[in-house]
């Protein structure tokens, strides 16, 4: 059983930035960030595989970055840019297998979720 902690959520204003943190208790091939906004589905923003492959959603390309420690076993997201839409809870995932590049910002992948951190934009 893979335990997830994020942390590094707050409220910013627009153009704004922030870094969200993910420790995960043991090593995972796979891990993601994905968000949820009130009312609307859980939808994936990056991914992020042992490999080094990444992958983004259209709406955060050229704003965030998604990178991990594997020494600390330690996922982050580097979000810059921000803007009101980008509120959302946003929640940590893990996978120990591989997941098709395709296929890695799809929730039902992954095994494993954190208790999600709040991201407040404000115009």
């Known amino acids: 059983q893979v335990q997830l902690v994020e942390s590094g959520g707050g409220s910013v204003q627009a153009g704004g930035a922030l870094r969200l943190s993910c420790t995960a208790s043991e090593y995972s091939y796979s891990m993601a960030w994905f968000r949820q906004a009130p009312g609307k589905e859980r939808e994936g923003v990056a991914a992020?595989?042992?490999?080094?492959?990444?992958a983004y959603a259209d709406s955060v390309k050229g704003r965030f970055t998604i990178s991990k420690d594997n020494a600390k076993n330690t996922l982050y997201l580097q979000m810059n840019s921000l803007k009101p839409e980008d509120t959302a809870m946003y929640y940590c995932?893990?996978?120990?297998?591989?997941?098709?590049?395709?296929?890695?910002?799809?929730?039902?992948?992954?095994?494993?979720w954190g208790q999600g951190t709040q991201v407040t934009v404000s115009s």
């Open positions: 995932a893990a996978d120990p297998g591989g997941i098709w590049f395709h296929q890695r910002l799809e929730a039902r992948r992954y095994n494993y």
């Open positions: 992020f595989d042992s490999d080094g492959i990444t």
